[in-house]
């Protein structure tokens, strides 16, 4: 939480009175009373990750092994905000490494996941941006994000394809040169 938490708030619910005003709405009336300053929190909550860093939430849960073999979890369920049009994209993210002495908790690689998601974004930067956190926190052989996304900007408004899904991929270290690495990987990612 910023230290100005209070502050923003009132800022961005005066943000929120203005555009709720701008379609004509009553402001007044008791059903959006309180709708400026509840709006203004959730934005703050779906772009906490903006004051979040991944020493702090990963904390310290990094772990000796002597296995070296494909870690992976998958369906991490996200939701995250395109910078394009400030609507959401949600969907999962697979999130795999091949350790090199060293596993991160489980938890934390979907709190590695929503620290990113939580900021204004594309899904291609998303995903690399996952990926290169995994590699940097654990010291990885190499890294693995797959994501499937429906964009509510291309559902609700624009184009309104209503099926289509988009996949993304970041592969670092051993999974971007080493094929035999990146055919295992692709067999254990479940398909969209
Ligand atoms: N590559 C990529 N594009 C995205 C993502 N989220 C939204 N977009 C796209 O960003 C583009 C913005 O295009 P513009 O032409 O500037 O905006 P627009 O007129 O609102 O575009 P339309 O959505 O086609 O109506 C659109 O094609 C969106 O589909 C994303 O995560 N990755
Ligand atoms: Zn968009």
Known sequence: ?????????????????????????DLTREGLLNTPERAAKAFSFLTQGYHQDLVEITNNAIFPTDNNELVMVKNIEFYSMCEHHMLPFYGVAHVAYLPDGKVIG??????????????????????RQIAQAVMDMTGAKGAAVVM????????????????????????LGEFKHNTEARQALLMAIPSA
């Open 148 to 171: 499937d996304a429906a964009h509510m900007c291309m559902m609700m408004r624009g184009v309104m394809k209503q099926k289509s899904d988009t996949r993304s991929m970041s592969l």
């Open 1 to 25: 939480m910023p230290a100005n938490f209070d502050e923003i708030i009132q800022q961005n619910s005066d943000a929120y009175r203005t555009l709720i005003a701008s379609t004509g709405e």
């Open 106 to 127: 489980l938890s934390k690689m979907a709190r590695i996941v929503d620290m990113y998601a939580r900021r204004l974004q594309i899904q291609e930067n998303l995903t």
